[in-house]
């Protein structure tokens, strides 16, 4: 079983940054394939970036440029990096876990960016 804790979410101006951070359990960090995901209200979940097992980090157009994820293997940690918010990026932001076929999800931890 692997347990994801996300943090650093909250409140920012738009054109603002914040980075969220993802701590997983266990000592399997670096065989997972690392995702963020985001929802906002009344819409689905949506993927925002992936950072895979050896391969180049990815992130979805619409926050290509503002966004970067990143992963620090020796603290089993992923990062997601958020810069110039824009209101339309406000969403509870989930960090997942793929290994095998099991997945894992956080809680989530809310992101608002004021106008």
């Known amino acids: 079983q692997v347990q994801l804790v996300e943090s650093g979410g909250g409140l920012v101006q738009a054109g603002g940054s914040l980075r969220l951070s993802c701590v997983a359990s266990?000592?399997?960090?670096?065989?997972?394939?690392m995702a963020w995901y985001r929802q906002a209200p009344g819409m689905q979940r949506e993927l925002v970036a992936v950072?895979?097992?050896?391969?180049?980090?990815n992130v979805v157009d619409s926050v290509q440029g503002r966004f970067t994820i990143s992963r620090d293997n020796a603290k089993n940690t992923v990062y997601l990096q958020m810069n110039s918010l824009k209101p339309e990026d406000t969403a509870v932001y989930s960090c997942?876990?793929?290994?095998?076929?099991?997945?894992?999800w956080g809680q989530g931890t809310q992101v608002t960016v004021s106008a």
């Open positions: 266990g000592s399997i960090f670096r065989a997972m394939t």
């Open positions: 950072s895979t097992i050896g391969g180049s980090p």
């Open positions: 997942n876990a793929k290994i095998g076929f099991s997945t894992y």
